[in-house]
């Protein structure tokens, strides 16, 4: 969880970062219940979303 930084036009309000094992585990959780029952919530607080994945090589 993070929170915003005042007199910053370009932060948000809320962040949900999510750490995966591979492709395969990130696909799962978008159908996973308790991620999909939490969407309706996000959706009805929300102005703005964005969506970033970032992935690395193994150490």
């Known amino acids: 969880m993070a929170t915003a930084q005042l007199g910053h036009e370009c932060t948000y309000d809320l962040v949900l970062n999510s750490v995966f ?8 959780y ?3 219940p308790e991620h999909a029952a939490i ?6 607080i929300r ?4 969506c970033m994945d970032y992935t690395h090589p193994a150490p």
């Open 21 to 28: 094992e591979d492709a395969e585990a990130l696909n799962a």
């Open 47 to 50: 102005t703005e979303r964005q």
């Open 30 to 32: 978008q159908s996973h």
């Open 39 to 44: 969407k309706p919530f996000l959706g009805a």
